[in-house]
């Protein structure tokens, strides 16, 4: 609205119209005057009733109120991606909450990987994977399917005595093509492949933020004894129903859960 003028209006209840009139120090011109045009005519159009009060009214829903999940519900239907929020995320209480949450952001593809900074408007250096130099895709090359990390979920797969060749992230998340007779031995399995991408994830951007100079000894650590190591102590300490033998679970870790068999 032009920035030097004085509005004065009054309701005429008998005749149901606004009559205004405008006290300009400077006539309006250009696109202020558009703008004294359509307000005028919003003005014109507007019916108000003398019965009732006047009150906010929200006109996206049908209550004509506004509430937080009525909002919450239009972003999801008119934003967000109706097949991911189809499926529920099953969390897994017995690793920490910082591996649910990057699991959970990796399966909504909300990781800030190089791809997905790229398409979002980010400048990056390359969109080269920092592990192999390789073209990435998607973000299971990162987190599964990369050669550096094939060799680690390779010592996984033997430990566990499961055949992870030709799985995706998706598997490792919702657990489509992962089968155990005992379901806590599952749910360990579950908690020790998500730590393993969480430990993968954060090896990745060690790597990303290193020195040229201090890469070639990051990328040669082996995350596989501190995935034993560090997975036993997030089980062992969530699940107060059993001990985990150090041995057993190193050697067999299926068998840690046989005393919970029928719970």
């Not at 003028?5 to 006290?23: E, Q, Y």
């Not at 004509?64 to 008119?78: A, N």
Request: net charge positive; charged share 20%.
């Amino acid at each position: 609205m032009h920035k030097e003028c004085k509005f004065k209006d009054r309701w005429m209840v008998d005749s149901g119209a606004w009559h205004s009139c405008w006290n300009w120090k400077v006539p309006p011109r250009g696109r202020s005057l558009d703008d004294v045009c359509s307000l005028t005519s919003l003005l014109c159009s507007m019916s108000v009733s003398c019965d009732t009060l006047d009150c906010w009214q929200w006109g996206l829903h049908s209550s004509r109120k506004f509430s937080v999940q009525s909002l919450s519900t239009i972003i999801h239907d008119r934003i967000l991606d109706s097949s991911i929020l189809s499926r529920k995320f099953p969390w897994n209480s017995w690793i920490p909450k910082k591996v649910n949450i990057c699991l959970w952001r990796a399966s909504l593809d909300r990781l800030p990987s190089k791809p997905n900074l790229y398409t979002r408007g980010i400048p990056v250096s390359s969109t080269l994977c920092p592990l192999c130099y390789s073209e990435i895709k998607l973000l299971d090359h990162c987190l599964v399917n990369c050669p550096l990390v094939k060799s680690v979920w390779a010592k996984v797969g033997s430990w566990w005595g499961v055949d992870l060749s030709g799985f995706s992230l998706d598997d490792f998340i919702y657990g489509s093509r992962i089968s155990f007779v005992n379901k806590w031995a599952a749910k360990a399995f579950r908690g020790v492949a998500w730590s393993l991408v969480w430990y993968i994830w954060k090896w990745r951007n060690e790597v990303v933020h290193a020195s040229p100079s201090d890469v070639p000894s990051i990328l040669r650590k082996d995350l596989f004894p501190h995935l034993q190591r560090i997975s036993r102590v997030w089980v062992s300490n969530r699940c107060s129903n059993i001990g985990v033998d150090w041995c057993m679970w190193m050697s067999s870790p299926n068998l840690c859960f046989s005393s919970l068999w029928n719970r």
